[in-house]
């Protein structure tokens, strides 16, 4: 009886098994019959039927300008479908030949490379010429550079363009369906590009980048002080936002101010504040943090310029003097690099630009 009982067991746990094993297989079995279906589906006797290049404004606005700095972008935008065997316009919505599709000269067809550069990841820069409003937070890279919705016929994907060279190119599209090379630049029956012309970023005079205006201090006692300076740009009767800084001098840190001078101690009895360090704040936040001898101490800052903080002390510290010149790059809202020096002013315990 004992055995007859194990038999059952044995054959209930099999069959148990051989129905799970069936679930599985069949199940895979079904996957990759739809998968064939689908992949079938989507290579046979499809053509390419819209293929348009376009900016993201009315269809009559086919030429803008940008500086050519390597960072201004402008954002140039394909709308892309398909026919079916029956002329029916169905979309390309995962499709592998969407993988292949980008940007070219209109001309002679080539990628765009070298001094002209196709991104599919927008950057922090102004995309237009009227400039752009600073941000306190960093731009979130896109996952993918479709716009559209998956269950749109036309799909639309923006591609970013920017230029490091002075000069104009007119853009088209290319994608390759079923092993056929489609272009919009005349070839196959499409004609559609847009143009770009890219002139000489503008430079201003030393005069236009402000260092001053003290928007707070901190004094936890006399022998103690925090001021916050900011470092703007000014010109053509406004403000032109700073949006970022690099220099070798300094590692950047996206969450403290970075220290970029010590005058070692001092015994010049300067209200009595014989040490100062001049830190530099990151780009993004609504306020930064600065090591000091007290703590660490947080202050607010303005988006679209550059907080510079200097901490004197009557405390001494243990390291050696960092005095020289420093040398930065500071990006205006359109990207391009302006090179500045910060000098210290001992007598002052500041700084002044030069």
Same mark, same amino acid.
């Given at each position: 009886?004992?055995?007859?009982?194990?038999?059952?067991?044995?054959?209930?746990?099999?069959?148990?098994?051989?129905?799970?094993?069936?679930?599985?297989?069949?199940?895979?079995?079904?996957?990759?019959?739809?998968?064939?279906?689908?992949?079938?589906?989507?290579?046979?006797?499809?053509?390419?039927?819209?293929?348009?290049?376009?900016?993201?404004?009315?269809?009559?606005?086919?030429?803008?300008?940008?500086?050519?700095?390597?960072?201004?972008?402008?954002?140039?935008?394909?709308?892309?479908?398909?026919?079916?065997?029956?002329?029916?316009?169905?979309?390309?919505?995962?499709?592998?030949?969407?993988?292949?599709?980008?940007?070219?000269?209109?001309?002679?067809?080539?990628?765009?490379?070298?001094?002209?550069?196709?991104?599919?990841?927008?950057?922090?820069?102004?995309?237009?010429?009227?400039?752009?409003?600073?941000? *306190?937070?960093? &731009?979130?890279?896109? =996952? /993918?550079?479709?716009?559209? %919705? +998956?269950?749109?016929?036309?799909?639309? $994907?923006?591609?970013?363009?920017?230029?490091?060279?002075?000069?104009?190119?007119?853009?088209?599209?290319?994608?390759?369906?079923?092993?056929?090379?489609?272009?919009?630049?005349?070839?196959?029956?499409?004609?559609?590009?847009?143009?770009?012309?890219?002139?000489?970023?503008?430079?201003?005079?030393?005069?236009?980048?402000?260092?001053?205006?003290?928007?707070?201090?901190?004094?936890?006692?006399?022998?103690?002080?925090?001021?916050?300076?900011?470092?703007?740009?000014?010109?053509?009767?406004?403000? *032109?936002?700073? &949006?970022?800084?690099? =220099? /070798?001098?300094?590692?950047? %840190? +996206?969450?403290?101010?970075?220290?970029? $001078?010590?005058?070692?101690?001092?015994?010049?009895?300067?209200?009595?504040?014989?040490?100062?360090?001049?830190?530099?704040?990151?780009?993004?936040?609504?306020?930064?943090?600065?090591?000091?001898?007290?703590?660490?101490?947080?202050?607010?800052?303005?988006?679209?310029?550059?907080?510079?903080?200097?901490?004197?002390?009557?405390?001494?510290?243990?390291?050696?003097?960092?005095?020289?010149?420093?040398?930065?790059?500071?990006?205006?809202?359109?990207?391009?690099?302006?090179?500045?020096?910060?000098?210290?002013?001992?007598?002052?315990?500041?700084?002044?630009?030069?």
């Amino acid at each position: 009886m004992v055995c007859f009982s194990v038999a059952i067991t044995i054959c209930q746990s099999s069959l148990v098994y051989l129905v799970f094993w069936l679930c599985v297989n069949g199940a895979v079995l079904i996957l990759l019959f739809i998968f064939y279906q689908v992949k079938y589906m989507f290579e046979k006797d499809l053509s390419i039927q819209h293929f348009e290049v376009k900016f993201d404004s009315s269809a009559a606005d086919r030429r803008r300008t940008l500086y050519a700095n390597g960072r201004m972008q402008i954002r140039v935008l394909v709308r892309v479908s398909a026919a079916d065997a029956q002329g029916n316009e169905v979309s390309l919505h995962g499709h592998p030949a969407l993988q292949t599709l980008k940007l070219i000269s209109y001309n002679d067809g080539t990628p765009l490379e070298g001094n002209w550069i196709s991104s599919r990841q927008e950057n922090r820069y102004a995309h237009d010429m009227s400039g752009r409003e600073a941000s *306190i937070t960093p &731009l979130i890279p896109a =996952s /993918d550079n479709r716009i559209s %919705d +998956p269950s749109e016929t036309v799909q639309v $994907f923006e591609f970013w363009v920017s230029s490091k060279r002075v000069g104009s190119l007119q853009i088209a599209a290319e994608l390759m369906l079923d092993g056929k090379r489609y272009r919009s630049n005349g070839q196959n029956g499409y004609d559609s590009s847009v143009s770009l012309d890219a002139v000489a970023p503008k430079r201003y005079p030393a005069a236009s980048f402000l260092f001053g205006g003290i928007r707070s201090v901190e004094q936890k006692s006399s022998y103690d002080r925090l001021e916050q300076f900011s470092l703007s740009l000014f010109s053509e009767g406004r403000v *032109i936002h700073l &949006l970022d800084w690099s =220099s /070798d001098q300094v590692k950047y %840190d +996206p969450d403290y101010a970075g220290e970029f $001078f010590y005058s070692g101690n001092l015994d010049d009895g300067v209200n009595n504040l014989s040490t100062y360090f001049g830190f530099i704040a990151p780009v993004y936040g609504e306020s930064v943090t600065v090591k000091t001898h007290y703590g660490f101490r947080t202050l607010p800052q303005e988006a679209g310029r550059i907080s510079i903080f200097v901490y004197a002390s009557a405390e001494p510290a243990n390291k050696p003097a960092r005095t020289e010149t420093f040398e930065l790059k500071v990006f205006d809202e359109f990207g391009t690099d302006h090179r500045l020096r910060i000098n210290s002013n001992t007598a002052l315990r500041s700084f002044f630009i030069s």
